[in-house]
Every structure is written in structure tokens, then in C-alpha cells.
């Protein structure tokens, strides 16, 4: 034994050298560590106001807020993750809603809403500034948005949800940690009891990214887990669809304009007609905006729609802007001025029994787009009250034209009416085609794709332009199909079909030097468009304008009605 005591000295010194030299880098790289995660930091929160979103599995860098135990989104989040219909009245303090049957209108920072009966329907304040930013509660989103959301303290987060699928889950099978990233020394940012439920985002080698119930995102060693199953997220059921009802026909529509200047314009029904046989809208431009505040003025007549509605047709007058000289912003951003234009114009349109409005309303400025769209949603709503069809004007779409945000307008309004022509127009530096077939498809398949099928009318011109280049000029006039080809006729010139254009078109020059050219409108080129038409299924065509066309158009739009 006393032999042996030496050896266990000397065995005990070897391994206190060995605990004191290696034990310290065992520990640095095995222990685990007990650092606790800044979680103001982990969510890039800078005060106890601010609230992190976790956005399905996504911690996004947008910020909710809570004041006064409410929640807020800032407006541009709102647009870009839930809703885009909220309207901002500026001047009038206004934060506006439309359904289809009234829109919701709440004074901008009122603490508490009431119906006019004194019932509170909310206590508390919808909307605030913050500075220049506009907030809005969540829960009023909410009233309007098809998502959920559950809010946790401490720090302050949100889990969101707006679109609900299946899962992966397990739960642990310890008392454990989940920590800020995969490994034992990474800071902890929340611990978790046996038996919790964490969903799997991504699975790893030894450790998994996963999502607490409470809406921290990090990892856990997959050892800590026992077998994973797939769950269904359920989708909140406090939240209905708002159902829009449509005046749009079961039968293709055939309108046609009808330039009108002054009531005496009106007796001129029977000549633009005079040929039509395959028509059953037609539009008079009765309304013109006479100012900023909203008044126009009228051609409409009671002897005009019975004569319309003699022949067949339905009445939806034009209401336009291009008239007179018109701040299209100064009276659309208005929310009262807006109100007084819908009720008398509505006034007008039941007065003379008229069948629906066609709103032509261009030229708009980028940030007049809101505010127009905002019109129709306003004015689709007596319009669906009284059975009127609404119809909207459109340009073909391009990028520095989608303020007219179409989409939109197929959900409130009945029609959007591609207008599918001046693809060169009068101040084009070069000379072409008014309504090419190329730019024609790319029209209607562009706004198909926005807009419901049946929704969407396509316009053709019943005119062509006569261009002449002389030098670095450029000009040109605007001719109907008759005129086009009687000058075509009085220079003895062959007209070839352009199958670029899909168009007949012909050339010229004159003894003064001008290079005229012309791509003509016709039959021919009207039963390509509407092959166009028939292929992407639209909902009818329309023509600008009426009495400009020659009598054989008739026969092809007839084949297109299936008349």
C-alpha cells in the first residue's frame, strides 16, 4: 500500500495538470453557454413602443407600434403587406374605406368612432400621425384584411399571418434552449419546457431552425427533438370576403361613341347610324367637367334614348375631362368634392332613365391615380344601388400608366374599356400605324391580365391618320375609313396588305416633296382585331367614333356577335 501511495500522488498531479490545462478550452468548446441574447438588439427595437412583425417565418424589417394598448401598422406597411384600398383624405382629414354598398369614413386621430345613433363601434383611435407618418390600427386593418395575428410583450413582437397552408412541427423532448444560432455557445433567446410544440423551418446536421409559439426564431439541436408530424394552420373565420355584384351582360358588348358637342348634337343620332347593324350600347359624350369643384355640364335627352332604345341599344353616357381645362388633382383628391360630382351626377343619370356612365377620364398625373380610383370606387356605389353599368376609359397599359391601378377598377367597376388606338398619334415624331395588331394584343392580353375577361372591352378606331414627312417634320390628320380611301382613290395608289400592321397600307410623295404614308382601317383590319378579341375572350369591342366607319364593318361585327 505504501507503494502504491506515491503512484496516486503522481496520478493525481498528472490529472489536476491535465483539468487545469485542457479543461478551460473542454468548456470554451463544449459546455454550454448561458448568455443571454439582447432581444431588443435580436429584433431591432430602439424602444418599447416599437413592436417586431414576424410575418409568417420572417422576422420583416418593418415595425408595428402600441400606444395606448393599441397596435399600428404605418401606412406604406399596410399597403405592402395586407391592403391597399385604405384612401387618405389629406386635406379633409379623412381615412377612407369603400365596399360595395357604403364607404366606411373615420376622421383622422378621433379616438372613438360612433354610429349616429351614439353606439360606439370602436373604442379607439383608428388612425394617427406620428410626425408626417400616418398609422393605423391593426385591428381596424383587420375589420377589412383576411389575416391574424397573435402580439407577445417583452420584447414586443407580432406573429402575422396572411395565408394559412400545412406545417411541420415536433416537440421537445427536454427542457431546453433556443438560441440565436446553431451551436452551444451561441446567446440564448428564449428557454422552452418539455413537451413545447416548435415549428421546423430548415433542418440541419446536428441542429434545426425552428419557430416557438410565441414567435422567436432560432435554433435547437435536433437531438432535442422528438418525431415531427405535419399540423394545418387554420385560418381565422371572423373575416368575410366582401362580394361585389356586376351589371356586366351575358352577351358580348357592341358600344359605340357618339361625339356629342351641344344638344343640337343630338339629332345626329340617326345619321351616325345610318349603317350600324350589329350595335347594342351606345355612348353620347353628354357630361363635361366645367371646373375644379366638381359641376358639369349636360346634353342629355329623353327623346335621344328613346330613339337609342328604338333601334336596340342601351344609353351609358360619357362623362369626360378633356373638354375644358380641368385640375383633375385638385378635384379628385377631394373627398367632398368628389361627393357633390357622384350625387349630381347620379342625379342626372336617373332623371333621364340612362343605362350607365362611361367615365373618360385622361391625362391624369401619377398622383392623381389614388384619387381616381378612389372615384370609382365611390361612384360604383350608387351605380350597383340603381342598376347602372359602369363603365372606365383606359389607356393601353404601360409602366408609366399603371396609376391607373385597372386592377381595381375590375373589381368595382363593371367594364374597363381598353382604349386600343393611338398608338401613333398626333404629335408622334414618326409616322405609323393608329392601332397596329401587335399593340392592339399587347392592350387586351395586358389587361386580362389585371382585369376579369368578361370585364374587358376593347375600343377600335373607326379613323386612320394621313402622315407626311417632309424634312425632319412630321405631321399628319386624323380621317375617317371613307376619307382615307378616297384619298387613296383620287391618287391612283394600290394599298398592300402589311402583315407587320396587319393593315393595308400604301405610300406616296407629292410634287412638293412631302412622303405621305397611310395604314387604313377596314374590314379586314377590324376582323383581325376582333379575332383578338375572340381568342382572349373579352367581354365586347367598342368604336371611336361613330359615323366614321364605312357600311361594311357592320357585317364583320355581326360575325363577332354571332348576330
Known sequence: MKKLIPVIIALGLITAVVYYVFYP????????????????????????????????????????????????????????????RFHVDEREGLLLYSLPDFTDRTEIGTAVVTTKDGDVIRAYSVSRYEGDTLYLAVDFVKEYTHFSYQAFRNPGRMQVYTEWGDIEVARVNRDTAVRHRGGVKSEVLTDIKRDSKLIILEMMETWAKVKTEDAFIGYVEIRRLGNSYVERLVPPTDYQEPYFASQTREHKISMGWHYVAGLAGNDTIHEVTRHVDGMNVISPTWFKLTDNEGNFSSFASSSYIRTARGMGMEVWALIENITNDIDMFELLSSTSKREYLIENLIAVVLEYDIDGINVDFEDLRPDTGPHFVQFIRELSIPCRE??????????????????????????????????????????????????????????????????????????????????????????????????????????????????????????????????????????????????????????????????????????????????
Open 386 to 563: 340603381h342598376g347602372l353599368v359602369l363603365s372606365v376609359d383606359n389607356y393601353v397599359p404601360y409602366s408609366f400608366n399603371e396609376f391607373y391601378n385597372r386592377a381595381e377598377q375590375g373589381v368595382f367597376a363593371d367594364y374597363v374599356v381598353i382604349m386600343g388606338y393611338d398608338e401613333h398619334y398626333r404629335g408622334s415624331t414618326t409616322a405609323g400605324s393608329v392601332a397596329s395588331i401587335n399593340f392592339v394584343e399587347h392592350g387586351i392580353k395586358a389587361t386580362v391580365a389585371q382585369v376579369p375577361a368578361h370585364k374587358v372591352i376593347n375600343g377600335v378606331p373607326f379613323y386612320t391618320r394621313i402622315w407626311e414627312t417632309k424634312g425632319a417634320a412630321v405631321t399628319s390628320q386624323a380621317v375617317g375609313m371613307e376619307l382615307a380611301w378616297q384619298w387613296v382613290a383620287n391618287r391612283n395608289l394600290t394599298p398592300v396588305w402589311d402583315e407587320e400592321t396587319c393593315q393595308f397600307y400604301t405610300e406616296h410623295t407629292n410634287s412638293e416633296g412631302g412622303f405621305h404614308q397611310v395604314w387604313l382601317e377596314d374590314s379586314e383590319s377590324l376582323r383581325v382585331r376582333l379575332n383578338v378579341m375572340d381568342a382572349n375572350e373579352v367581354g365586347g369591342v367598342a368604336f371611336w367614333q361613330l359615323g366614321q366607319e364605312t357600311a361594311d364593318v357592320w357585317e364583320v361585327v355581326r360575325e363577332y356577335l354571332d348576330w
Open 25 to 84: 478550452e473542454y468548456q470554451e468548446r463544449y459546455e454550454y453557454s448561458d448568455e443571454r441574447a439582447d432581444l431588443m438588439q435580436f429584433f431591432a427595437l430602439t424602444d418599447e413602443t416599437e413592436v417586431a412583425i414576424i410575418l409568417h417565418d420572417e422576422v420583416i424589417p418593418e415595425k408595428a407600434r402600441l400606444w395606448n394598448g393599441t397596435y399600428y401598422f404605418d401606412l406604406a406597411t399596410v399597403y405592402k403587406y395586407f391592403n391597399t
